[in-house]
Structures are given as structure tokens and as C-alpha cells.
T-cell receptor
Framework: DAGVIQSPRHEVTEMGQEVTLRCKPI?????LFWYRQTMMRGLELLIY????????DSGMPEDRFSAKMPNASFSTLKIQPSEPRDSAVYFC??????????????FGSGTRLTVV | SQELEQSPQSLIVQEGKNLTINCTSS?????LYWYKQKYGEGLIFLMM?????EEKSHEKITAKLDEKKQQSSLHITASQPSHAGIYLC???????????FGAGTILRVKS
């Protein structure tokens, strides 16, 4: 398995532009998570899906952020309009839906977003 | 997450020395996960602890969960440059398939 695949790896955009981050989870995993990592706030959970349905989006910072999971193999995180404070590394992770999570989540390599 | 406190924030050790990283919660942990992250890369799963008093080892890294299931320690024996990176603890605190993470501990190993 190729693991969790995120694209792009790096994104530089101007303030006010729309940004879309993409994630392909591991085949067969039915839970998907979007995290954001910054020096100041560490690793924060933004939203997670189970069987393509958003379960908890309480971590989404503002209405400018939205996430979708149209099918089991694809998810997007969109920021519109983007602001410099959105600059961070965004991680996608996936897992089996089992409790407890014996093998944890599998993380992608992340997308480093810079908004100028 | 403020729910999980990691200490120290950063650590510099001489190659060959032992070190310990701690992860503490005020709540009972249903699962405690240790990850390692190299700069610019994703998180790599190390090990998971579930039962009070449980201890697991992977190569020269040993992790323990205390009896009350509120504190975990990660111990590295005879550190090597390859151990350098950021160590994060994550916890399932609501038995609900969602992990929250500590702020991480930056480890540097001097050769």
C-alpha cells in the first residue's frame, strides 16, 4: 500500500486566494482525519469523517474552512479566502474504525501551506 | 492540546546517553500513542499502550503507561543520531476514535 497520499506537498498562495488540499486515505480505512500543525499550537484536529460522513468538525477554525469526503478514497480541505495566519502544515490521517485503535492513525506526509 | 502535557519541550543529549520524555493527562487515557516526526515529514507510529502498568519496547525505545493510566513515559537507551526528531504523544480520551496530541518534544542527539 502506498500509504496516505496528500497533495500538493507545498503550496504558496496569496492572501485572499482559494486553496484546496487533497488526501487519499489507505484503501479499506473508513476514518479520515485532517490535522493542522503550527509551532504555536502544535497538532490540532480540524475535522474527521467516518464512512465518508463528517462526525466532528468542532476544530475547524472558521467558516473559511470546509472539508468534504465525496467517496471512501478521496477528501479535500478547502480554505476560502486564505489568510497569512492559515500558514501551517496540514496533515491527513486515516485508520480502521476499531476501538481502541491498536495501530494508531497512519499519517500522510503533509502539505506545507504558506499564505503571503 | 492542553489536555496532554509533554515534558521537556526540547532535549539535547550526547550520543550514547539515555533520556526520558513524559506525557501527562488529568483524565484517564483509554489509549496512549507515541509517534515520531522528522522535520518536514509526517508522523510515524511507534507504539500504543492501553492497560495500566503496560510496557512496550521497540528496538531501544521503551514506553510505559502508569497504573492510573494518566501518565506515560518514553525512554530511549543509548541514544543515536537516528533518534533525533520530534516525539509526540497522542491519546484517546473519550473512547471515541479521535486522538488529541501533546505539543511534542524536540530531541537532538549530539555525536
Amino acid at each position: 500500500d502506498a500509504g496516505v497520499i496528500q497533495s500538493p506537498r507545498h503550496e504558496v498562495t496569496e492572501m485572499g486566494q482559494e486553496v484546496t488540499l487533497r488526501c487519499k486515505p489507505i484503501s479499506g480505512h473508513n476514518s479520515l482525519f485532517w490535522y493542522r500543525q503550527t509551532m504555536m499550537r502544535g497538532l490540532e484536529l480540524l475535522i474527521y469523517f467516518n464512512n465518508n460522513v463528517p462526525i466532528d468538525d468542532s476544530g475547524m477554525p472558521e467558516d473559511r474552512f470546509s472539508a468534504k469526503m465525496p467517496n471512501a478514497s478521496f477528501s479535500t480541505l478547502k480554505i476560502q479566502p486564505s489568510e497569512p495566519r492559515d500558514s501551517a502544515v496540514y496533515f491527513c490521517a486515516s485508520s480502521w474504525d476499531r476501538l481502541p485503535l491498536m495501530n494508531g492513525y497512519t499519517f500522510g506526509s503533509g502539505t506545507r501551506l504558506t499564505v503571503v | 492540546s492542553q489536555e496532554l502535557e509533554q515534558s521537556p519541550q526540547s532535549l539535547i543529549v550526547q550520543e550514547g546517553k539515555n533520556l526520558t520524555i513524559n506525557c501527562t493527562s488529568s483524565k484517564t487515557l483509554y489509549g496512549l500513542y507515541w509517534y515520531k516526526q522528522k522535520y518536514g515529514e509526517g508522523l510515524i507510529f511507534l507504539m500504543m499502550l492501553q492497560k495500566g502498568g503496560e510496557e512496550k519496547s521497540h528496538e531501544k525505545i521503551t514506553a510505559k503507561l502508569d497504573e492510573k493510566k494518566q501518565q506515560s513515559s518514553l525512554h530511549i537507551t543509548a541514544s543515536q543520531p537516528s533518534h533525533a526528531g520530534i516525539y509526540l504523544c497522542g491519546a484517546d480520551m473519550e473512547y471515541g476514535n479521535k486522538l488529541v496530541f501533546g505539543a511534542g518534544t524536540i530531541l537532538r542527539v549530539k555525536s
